[in-house]
């Protein structure tokens, strides 16, 4: 009996804290790395660093005066020199430290080892970063952070940047129109698409600009956002109408610069501009966000109308796209499909649009339509997203860099009651009135009273 009762003394706590861990580990990974994994990586990181880099190739030989140091000091064996390793920093996602790179040594060898030191210190991931010429960050991540996404508290929005989604490397993937003009998303059905659509919707919500839709799905997807958007088309009838609309309205403010370039001779050089981010602040008109869902069916024809129609539209997509940012219009292009048999002008409309995220597509033409001109690499890995993962996305840009990527859950109620929040700060654009959706008025039910008031007899 005594050894019985032993047992469940000892045994009983040490089985409830591997299952707690096992349930942690599998359920709340972040409170799992931060009680367990952080602890156990960084005593591994510490104790196994030399042999690590060591065995990794990372080493390079001592100099000759730390040599004749040793030989004079100690009797020790001269071993290879690690890059000297900095300060250990947690993180609430993993560990990062930086490594000032030995003589000979280039960041490229240090990524090139990514995948080995992942195996040696217990970690998800392993993440090299150029700070400075001769100094890398490595970005250790603890686990898996695109099974359950949880942004960053930190991640502020700035004026025309919302964060819609985390990357890889447990870092923010932010949509810098300012920096990235326009972009392409591209997504199948419950790939995720719709999703990051919201995220951008509310973010730019919140923010002072004006939202233009144009949503061909009658819009379904748009029409929540009613109360932010400043101009709507539901349809391409809708369309044709109101993109020559936008049309007019880059060519106004075109003018308003030129007028601005209307340069006199006391005017310093400083104040010369070519677009509206130099005009003063009460004289610069508010950006303008165009976001385009299923843009296919604006490429789509029956008849020899609808062909004419069609190629005007796509034409003035185009001038948009190409003179739209001096102009402070930006383009968010999304869809299923995207392609060069959509039609004349599909290419050059690609062309034109910096940032590319792809979801889940239905074929590889539409991924190497996204990708393969900017990251052929990155065709494969979006090919290989698993219906299962809604939301994750292959991002890349026009440097050749790309990440996966995934969108936190955020539902369409919530996105509308943030657009419904915002509605004031709708701007005033005469050009765009004629086309400002409708948003119901919401009555107002009279709250029933506390008490059920009685009838006085008498």
Same mark, same amino acid.
């Given at each position: 009996?005594? *050894? ?47 042999? !690590? ?42 560990? $990062? ?15 090139? @080892? ?13 993440? !090299? ?6 100094? #890398? %960050? ?6 898996? &952070? ?8 930190? &991640?502020?929005? *700035?004026?025309?940047?919302?964060? !819609?989604?985390?990357? %890889? ?36 919500? $919140?923010?002072? =600009?004006?939202? !233009? ?6 819009? &379904?997807?748009?029409?929540?956002? +009613? ?43 400083? /104040? =010369?501009? @070519? ?7 009460? /004289? $610069? ?6 976001? #385009? ?17 069609? *190629? /005007? ?56 339509? +996204? ?7 990155? &065709? ?63 009555? #107002? ?14």
């Amino acid at each position: 009996m005594t *050894d019985i009762a032993t047992l469940l003394e000892v045994g009983g706590p040490v089985a409830a804290l591997g299952g707690g861990a096992a349930y942690a580990r599998a359920k709340h990974p972040g409170i799992y790395w931060s009680t367990v994994g952080l602890p156990m990586s960084s005593a591994r990181l510490l104790s196994s660093y030399g042999s !690590v880099m060591e065995a990794c190739g990372l080493t390079v030989a001592p100099s000759r005066l730390r040599v004749l140091a040793l030989k004079a000091t100690t009797r020790r064996e001269v071993r290879p020199v690690p890059p000297r390793r900095g300060i250990i920093r947690p993180t609430m996602t993993g560990l $990062r430290l930086r490594l000032r790179l030995a003589p000979g040594q280039e960041p490229a060898d240090v990524a090139a @080892s990514a995948e080995r030191l992942r195996h040696a210190w217990g970690v998800h991931a392993v993440y !090299v970063t150029t700070i400075k010429p001769g100094v #890398v %960050e490595l970005r250790l991540v603890g686990f898996d &952070v695109l099974r359950k996404v949880r942004m960053p508290r930190k &991640v502020t929005a *700035d004026f025309l940047k919302v964060p !819609v989604a985390l990357r %890889e490397d447990a870092t923010p993937f932010v949509r810098d129109y300012r920096t990235v003009p326009h972009g392409l998303t591209l997504g199948a059905t419950l790939s995720g698409k719709s999703m990051y659509l919201r995220h951008l919707v509310a973010g730019l919500a $919140r923010q002072p =600009v004006a939202l !233009v839709g144009i949503d061909c799905k009658r819009g &379904v997807e748009l029409a929540p956002f +009613a109360p932010r958007l400043s101009a709507l088309a539901t349809d391409p009838d809708q369309a044709a109408e109101l993109l020559p609309a936008l049309i007019r309205e880059m060519e106004d403010r075109y003018d308003l610069i030129k007028a601005r370039q209307g340069i006199a001779p006391a005017t310093p050089d400083e /104040e =010369v501009t @070519s677009d509206i981010w130099g005009l003063p602040e009460h /004289e $610069r008109p508010v950006p303008v966000v165009l976001l #385009v869902d299923e843009v296919a069916e604006l490429f789509l024809v029956a008849t020899k109308k609808e062909e004419e129609r069609r *190629d /005007e539209m796509v034409t003035q997509l185009i001038r948009l796209a190409q003179l739209g940012r001096a102009a402070g219009i930006y383009l968010e292009v999304c869809g299923q499909r995207f392609g060069a048999e959509l039609g004349k002008g599909a290419t050059m409309l690609r062309a034109q649009l910096t940032g590319r995220v792809c979801h889940r597509v239905n074929d590889e033409a539409s991924a190497k339509m +996204a990708l393969g001109d900017i990251a052929p690499e990155a &065709v494969s890995a979006a090919c290989a997203i698993a219906p299962e993962q809604p939301g994750l996305a292959i991002a890349g840009d026009t440097s050749g860099g790309w990440s996966r990527i995934r969108t936190p859950y955020l539902s369409l109620a919530d996105a509308a009651k943030t657009c419904h929040a915002s509605a004031h700060l709708v701007p005033d654009l005469p050009a765009l009135k004629p086309f400002r959706p409708n948003v119901p008025v919401r009555l #107002v039910e009279p709250a029933a009273p506390v008490v059920k008031p009685r009838p006085v007899t008498d």
